[in-house]
Antibody, heavy 119, light 111 residues
Framework: EVQLVESGGGLVKPGGSLRLSCEAS????????FTWVRQVPGKGLEWVGR??????????DYAAPVKDRFTISRDDSKNALFLQMNSLKTEDTAVYYC??????????WGQGTLVTVSS | QSVLTQPPSVSGAPGQRVTISCTGS?????????VHWYQQLPGTAPKLLIY???NRPSGVPDRFSGSKSGTSASLAITGLQAEDEADYYC???????????FGIGTKVTVL
């Protein structure tokens, strides 16, 4: 069974940093692309960014609102995906989901972790 | 303001058919990128419901169907059931934004 479990969310002040993790199991991690999607409570879904598998270079792409502030990385030895968030803004407050990505769509999703940016 | 336009809400009685539209532009759906649909039940993570415009993952009832034409796509639910009350999102890729885009989501209410 495919499982994705996010962690690391919490309360952080504007301008601060936070690192989210996503631990994966039930599939071959090294073969997978991953994406992060966020959702402001009560609002819609917003794509944050994605990372390719290392055999394809492991590069990441980002949505404009987070580019140059967020960094996606992966540790294939630990079956783990990360989202490093710097220079956080109040508008980054959301539930953050990790998901497996293939062929332009998102197959399996984690349960999400809430990030609150507030003073 | 989302790149893909969906109605905020649709409703129907049990057993009825409802449709949800998803309108894009020449940089996403109209450029030939596939449309995918997700169902988000209250308090849960989204779930892939329809992929590549019209295909259902295993386990998704055939009451759900999708189609795409030009710069738009649609999701249909036939034989509406109480358990179908959820938010539904369309998603595609946009080559102008160079990233994935979602619709604003449509809340389906079973009367």
């Amino acid at each position: 069974e495919v499982q994705l479990v996010e962690s690391g969310g919490g309360l952080v002040k504007p301008g601060g940093s936070l690192r989210l993790s996503c631990e994966a199991s039930g599939f071959t991690f090294t073969d997978a692309w991953f994406t992060w999607v966020r959702q402001v409570p009560g609002k819609g879904l917003e794509w944050v960014g994605r990372i390719r598998r290392n055999t394809e270079g492991g590069a990441a792409d980002y949505a404009a609102p987070v580019k140059d502030r967020f960094t996606i990385s992966r540790d294939d030895s630990k079956n783990a995906l990360f989202l490093q968030m710097n220079s956080l803004k109040t508008e980054d407050t959301a539930v953050y989901y990790c998901a497996t990505e293939s062929w332009w769509k998102f197959h399996n999703w984690g349960q999400g972790t809430l990030v609150t940016v507030s003073s | 303001q989302s790149v893909l336009t969906q109605p905020p809400s649709v409703s129907g009685a049990p057993g009825q058919r409802v449709t949800i539209s998803c309108t894009g532009s020449s940089s996403n759906i109209g450029a030939g990128y596939d449309v995918h649909w997700y169902q988000q039940l209250p308090g849960t993570a989204p779930k892939l419901l329809i992929y590549d415009n019209a295909n259902r993952p295993s386990g998704v009832p055939d009451r759900f169907s999708g189609s795409k034409s030009g710069t738009s796509a649609s999701l249909a639910i036939t034989g509406l059931q109480a358990e179908d009350e959820a938010d539904y999102y369309c998603q595609s890729y946009d080559n102008s934004l160079r990233g994935y885009v979602f619709g604003i989501g449509t809340k389906v209410t079973v009367l």
